[in-house]
């Protein structure tokens, strides 16, 4: 099955420089990728998603690109807020036939510095 | 913006007990899943339910668990004989027209097993 590895497990960065998180994945046939923010005792709330068709895609200060032949992805967060401290989890998944399930990484705590 | 919603927010059951967890997900969603996430470690998928019955199942997901629509609107977890190594966060999250779509999380209910 498929198994997600992030990187690293904890980020901390000063407010207003960028923030980058790092997936891989072991499954080629993985074609969705999202991209999930969890704060302390909230539920996962989807922040941006990218298919396999595309290599980057873009939603005001987040970004995430995707790299299938090394298969591998990322988030990028620029300009950092404080609202942006969190708990952020990756996940990938074969969009196919009886395929469902999303396979998480073990998230990353991003803590922004004021 | 419509939510999926879980009840209760938080569940306390002797150990051996049977537990049931309810879910209400978004109205015009067809796909419905499970996941799980024990305190600090990542979420993981339990199964998945579309046209009243199992479509994916994990192995986690063992003859302990079972899944039930039982009217037009609720989705339900039931676990019996629980046990402590049960005591997790529990997500229901579904999608809109089919798999591919983004899954959309509710808040959880945390069981905890005494």
């Known amino acids: 099955g498929e198994n997600v590895e992030q990187h690293p497990s904890t980020l901390s960065v000063q407010e207003g420089d960028s923030a980058v998180i790092k997936c891989t994945y072991s499954?080629?046939?993985?074609?969705?990728f999202p991209w999930y923010k969890q704060e302390l005792g909230k539920r996962p709330q989807l922040i941006i998603d990218?298919?396999?068709?595309?290599g980057e895609k873009k939603d005001q200060r987040i970004a995430v690109t995707l790299n299938k032949t090394a298969k591998h992805f990322s988030l990028h967060i620029t300009e950092t807020q404080p609202e942006d401290s969190a708990v952020y989890f990756c996940a990938a998944k074969y969009s196919g036939g009886g395929a469902d399930g999303l396979t998480f990484g073990k998230g990353t705590h991003l803590i922004i510095q004021p | 913006e419509p939510e999926v919603t879980q009840t209760p927010s938080h569940q306390v059951t002797q150990m051996g007990q049977e537990v049931i967890l309810r879910c209400v997900p978004i109205?015009?969603?067809?796909?419905f899943y499970w996941y799980r996430q024990i305190l600090g470690q990542k979420v993981e998928f339990l199964v998945s339910f579309y046209n009243n019955e199992i479509s994916e199942k994990s192995e986690i997901f063992d003859d302990q668990f079972s899944v039930e629509r039982p009217d037009g609107s609720n989705f339900t977890l039931k676990i019996r004989s629980t046990k402590l190594e049960d005591s997790a966060m529990y997500f229901c999250?579904?999608?809109?027209?089919?798999?591919?779509?983004?899954?959309?999380f509710g808040d959880g209910t945390r069981l905890s097993i005494l």
């Open positions: 990218i298919r396999s068709n595309v």
């Open positions: 999250a579904s999608t809109e027209k089919d798999r591919n779509q983004p899954q959309h």
């Open positions: 499954d080629s046939a993985s074609n969705y």
């Open positions: 109205s015009n969603h067809l796909y």
